[in-house]
């Protein structure tokens, strides 16, 4: 498929189409866009969490009656009467399969059911409006592994799908609708993308058709330096490239899904995060080789996390000790989100999430108990908690002399101690780890700090 049909790729968030009112201002945004338009949906706001809640029988009845009116009162209401019928009894035939989940394979059916439903009604909406639009089964379109949740993409087969897909909907439609955060494995299965992957839904789609851009539509105006809800100076950033989007993703910035920028990399598509609240607003550009508009730096922050150190001057010296240390908290399937040791080889620092980290510290311990007990070469494992990690990234970083000397700088004349220090190979970002008691004062200094570009 070549680029000189110049699709577009718009995603709706779950907040753009929550209900009837927000679903109708989606239809109008595709009506005045040019077509041909995939649209990728997520679920309305709060219907994954809801699903997510499914435990036993009693949570799966209360979910299908809360699930029933929802869907049931957007078909009513954004929906021709011509086709309510048909959409409500598909609602119907959906909701009568949901059960408490026993497996993988049934929690990915179960996670799967918004963006399911959600597409077809979206579909129908548009038509109403007179949209040549059709839905398409997102589960025949992106194929990943064997996992049911969170599995991997097989990005060849992926795009040759969706190209076949996109190619055969073409010659009758004008717009496209799918379902974000679905796939399915080799053998027709349903799996999931991970949590909130709708955003790399998108990605995945546009890269395949060569869109010229991808539209995130979400309900801020863009990637800010900071979050705007929490400190007054964070400013909107015009232009960004995927390098920073992805570094700033991963340590919390949650404007986009980490996995967003991978498919694009090696595509000459685009980004763009825009308000469907304020459709007029420019939004935030995601691309190669961004204009630059002065310098400019993101701060991020995930918390809470915890700071495991596993220390013993017995370790001096001693080869694979990371690896033992590691190995260990990758066979717990814990993520380790920063590593920092010291010089002397005495000690070693990690941070995970605060969710894993008793699966870590446990992994830990039995891993190492001999070096403990018999060998004395670890003297201490100790954990920090209530802790953040706050991240500054910017590739504006690189080279640049004194950058971090002005973030320390900022971080002390304010009272913030600075517990751990990780920089990347790159210069791409800085991390550290403060009380989550800080973490305000520690992003607000950043961004005030003389220097920084913020």
């Known amino acids: 498929m070549g680029?000189?049909?110049?699709?577009?790729?718009?995603?709706?968030?779950?907040?753009s189409v929550r209900d009837a009112i927000r679903v109708m201002g989606v239809v109008q945004l595709i009506a005045q866009a040019r077509q041909p338009l995939i649209i990728v949906t997520s679920a309305p706001a709060g219907i994954t969490d809801l699903l997510q809640g499914i435990t036993d029988h009693a949570t799966a009845q209360?979910?299908?009656?809360?699930?029933?009116?929802?869907?049931?009162?957007?078909?009513?209401?954004?929906?021709a009467p011509s086709h309510q019928r048909q959409l409500s009894a598909l609602v119907g035939r959906q909701l009568e399969k949901v059960r408490?989940?026993?497996?993988?394979?049934?929690?990915?059916?179960?996670m799967s059911l918004g963006e399911s439903l959600m597409a077809p009604i979206l579909a129908a909406s548009l038509q109403h409006r007179g949209i040549r639009a059709v839905a398409l089964d997102a589960r025949e379109l992106i194929c990943t592994d064997g996992a049911y949740l969170g599995g991997?993409?097989?990005f060849d087969v992926t795009t040759k799908r969706i190209q076949a897909a996109v190619e055969r909907a073409l010659a009758h439609h004008g717009v496209m609708v799918v379902g974000g955060f679905i796939a399915?494995?080799?053998?027709?299965?349903?799996?999931t993308l991970g949590r909130n992957g709708s955003d790399y839904t998108?990605?995945?789609?546009?890269?395949a058709v060569e869109a010229d851009e991808v539209w995130i539509w979400t309900d801020v105006d863009g990637i800010y330096t900071a979050d705007p809800r929490h400190h007054a100076a964070a400013t909107l950033i015009p232009e960004i490239s995927f390098r920073e989007s992805a570094e700033a993703a991963y340590f919390g910035a949650k404007v986009v899904h980490p996995f967003t920028m991978w498919p694009l990399l090696d595509s000459q598509t685009s980004l763009r995060i825009k308000n469907t609240l304020r459709p007029d607003q420019p939004g935030t550009l995601i691309c190669h080789e961004p204009e630059r508009r002065g310098s400019q730096l993101i701060v991020s922050t995930v918390d809470p996390v915890v700071v495991v150190t596993v220390g013993g001057y017995g370790l001096v010296g001693v080869p694979g000790v990371a690896a033992k240390v590691f190995g260990s908290i990758a066979a717990a399937g814990v993520n380790v989100l920063m590593i920092s040791q010291s010089s002397s080889e005495h000690n070693i620092s990690f941070v995970v999430h605060e969710r894993e980290s008793e699966s870590a510290v446990s992994a830990v311990n039995m891993d190492l108990a001999g070096w403990i007990s018999d060998e004395h070469r670890v003297d201490r494992i100790s954990v920090i908690k209530d802790a953040a990690i706050v991240t500054v990234v910017g590739e504006?970083?690189?080279?640049?002399?004194g950058i971090a000397g002005q973030i320390f700088s900022a971080l002390g004349e304010v009272g913030v101690n600075v517990m751990v220090i990780a920089q990347g190979s790159s210069e791409y970002s800085i991390s550290i780890v403060v009380k989550s008691a800080d973490v305000r004062l520690a992003t607000d200094a950043i961004l005030n700090a003389k220097?920084?570009?913020?």
């Open 152 to 154: 991997r993409v097989v």
């Open 62 to 79: 209360s979910a299908v009656t809360n699930l029933a009116d929802r869907f049931l009162a957007l078909v009513s209401e954004v929906v």
């Open 3 to 15: 680029p000189t049909l110049a699709i577009r790729v718009y995603k709706f968030g779950g907040t």
């Open 202 to 207: 998108a990605s995945i789609v546009g890269a």
């Open 451 to 454: 220097g920084t570009g913020s």
């Open 184 to 191: 399915g494995n080799a053998a027709g299965e349903t799996t």
């Open 396 to 401: 504006d970083m690189r080279g640049r002399v």
């Open 100 to 110: 408490a989940p026993e497996s993988d394979a049934d929690r990915a059916k179960l």
